[in-house]
């Protein structure tokens, strides 16, 4: 490896890189975003109670028996296929045609919900069967439960693996280069091609790949520490005030 | 006296396992009653049958002289007059104190929210927690945690208070806390069903005391009556090992 290689790389390629970080950057977020979405609706309609009886029953089993088969066909399948099935096929098929960014997107989005969804649904039934009760008991609805008392656990729980498939989906975008998404992959293997210097072209791409999912990481731990606040309550009374037992205990655990 | 829950052949069953046998069972307006039994006596069963967190397999539940079960009903509404306190206290991990106390005010009454933080500071000072209204539960102890839950029952201003074995997760130094503000509880008059394992609180607070086995109730009556002279030997057998133990 010659360093004035990679210098030399960067200063001449740099726009290069850095547009097709940018794309990168661009599809993983926005497809980790709307695959979010989707997998946290498909889990919490996964997760309604059936009713007893009634039409209702039967809607409610077609709908789920039809988002399992998306959630098994998108996760059975790589993500690779579905790009030239969806791209190709759909221009082939049924003359649809869609730049490769939106189709890079789309197929993104449709592979993340389709995690998405199972990793809600297991955040939302992780949650203690006396959340829901207590919600229930003060006389909310299903609906009304789910967004004020369960979800926002459920979505604290899951930003761990909400995270991972972030950062799956930037190195994975590498495989849009099937379908000429002007990604980092497809940039590094253009510039590749002009300077013959693939181990240095492909070494910058690297660590060009490592900051961003770094970076993701980060944030989202952040976030996490954001959410959670601190650790202990201080009470910020006034000493002057007549002291409560607690105070008192906590004061005296204080001095030791 | 005024009937205000009253309860008529309820029997419940999970599986093949039958938990409630035919309950007749009522409790007046301002009456406190408690609950005693071994475990698995159909104590908690019966409690959360009465706000329909189980479903009842048989038998009729009455609210004011209303049929609850009545598909017509509006379960939701009927719940709001039901205060539960749960044994694993279940306050909303994502709420802080007060939120907690104004969450189902504000959602399900559809209060606003100056009146909902009004109501929740009257109640969250009953029960001695009004410093900690910013805490989150996990910064709790069990203690105040059931404190917190006792006054989100309380804030929901509703008719009955029911407590499902409000101590039995607690630490034996943090039960006094709980009993104490039960206690003052009782003295606004407030109409409360509490299934318990404290004999001692059972015996001074309540109007009436109920001992279950067995999925029935064997025996009720007056704290002397049953603590003192109770009519058949299966009471004077639990009383005798729970007294021990004490």
Known sequence: MELNVIIKTISKYWPMFLRGAGVTLLISTIGTIIGFIIGLLIGIIRTVPLPEKGIKKSILKIINSILSVYVEVFRGTPMIVQAMVIYYGSKQAFDIDMSPLFAGIFIVSINTG?????????????????QFEAAYAIG?????TMINVVLPQAIRNILPATGNEFV???????????????????????????????????????????????????????I????DGPENYILYANQMQVQTPEDALRRQQEMN | MEKIIEVRHLSKTFGTNEVLKDIDFSVNKGEVVCIIGSSGSGKSTLLRCINLLEKPS??????????ILDHKHD???YRTKLGMVFQQFNLFNNHDVLSNCMVGQIKVLKRSKEEAKDVAMKYLSVVGMEQFIHAKPRQLSGGQKQRVAIARALSMEPEVMLFDEPTSALDPEMVGEVLKVMRELTEYGLTMLIVTHEMDFAREVSDRVVFMDKGVIAEEGSPEQIFNNPKLDRTREFLRRTLQKN
């Not at chain 1, 909310?140 to 009304?144: E, F, K, R």
């Not at chain 1, 990604?183 to 690297?206: C, D, H, M, P, R």
């Not at chain 1, 060009?208 to 944030?219: A, E, G, L």
Request: glycine share 8%; aromatic share 14%; charged share 20%.
């Open chain 2, 75 to 77: 379960l939701r509404a």
């Open chain 1, 140 to 144: 909310m609805s299903h609906s009304q």
């Open chain 1, 224 to 227: 996490e520490r954001k959410i």
């Open chain 1, 114 to 130: 389709a995690y998405m969804a199972e990793i809600v649904r297991g955040g939302i039934v992780s949650i203690d069967k006396g």
């Open chain 1, 168 to 222: 799956i989906n930037i190195k994975d975008t590498s495989v849009l280069n099937v379908i000429a998404v002007t990604e980092l992959f497809f940039q590094t293997k253009s510039v590749s091609g002009i300077n013959y210097k693939y181990f240095e072209t492909f070494f910058i791409a690297s660590v060009i790949y490592f900051v961003m999912t770094y970076t993701v990481t980060r944030i989202l731990r952040y």
């Open chain 2, 58 to 67: 048989g038998g009729e539940i009455f609210y004011k002289g209303e049929n």
